[in-house]
């Protein structure tokens, strides 16, 4: 029920906290990990502008979050893999939704999991098409 309400009844509050949350944590530091679960349900919301927001806060939370966002993170994966094979992943109106979503996979596996487990799935989710600033932190391996 709580995906329905989210989802269906109230997107412009979604999208305004899916915007403004990530800011807060990328400039001020640690939420708490119980604030990005209820998110996943949204990585499937008809607004691309939506699940674009989820994504990005999913890769800010991995990129910042430490060892207290590990296992939201771990969750969200095969939904962010979801939006990234949707099948109208690479239509003109969804491009920059999977290129955030594609960094947040990056972002997640360079943060929680070996590369060897997760490199291999990622570099086929390549190349990030449209979002030359969601492209810069896909090969953080350097």
């Not at 939420?31 to 939506?50: D, E, F």
């Not at 979050?65 to 893999?81: D, K, T």
């Not at 449209?130 to 896909?138: G, N, Q």
Request: aromatic content about 10%; charged content about 20%.
């Amino acid at each position: 029920m709580l995906c329905v309400m989210c989802v269906v009844l109230l997107p412009c509050v979604l999208f305004l906290a899916c915007k403004i949350i990530p800011l807060r944590f990328q400039f001020t530091g640690p939420l708490t990990h119980h604030t990005w679960p209820p998110w996943r349900c949204a990585l499937s919301a008809p607004s691309g502008k939506v699940r674009q927001s989820v994504v990005y806060g999913y890769g800010i939370l991995a990129e910042k979050g430490g060892e207290p966002a590990r296992e939201a993170c771990v969750r969200a994966l095969p939904h962010i893999r979801a939006v990234i094979e949707n099948e109208d992943a690479r239509e003109d109106e969804n491009l920059t939704v999977t290129d955030n979503a594609v960094a947040a996979f990056f972002r997640i596996g360079h943060a929680f999991i070996q590369p060897s487990q997760f490199l291999p799935e990622a570099l086929t989710f390549l190349p990030i098409e449209t979002d030359t600033d969601e492209a810069r932190p896909s090969p953080l391996f350097t």
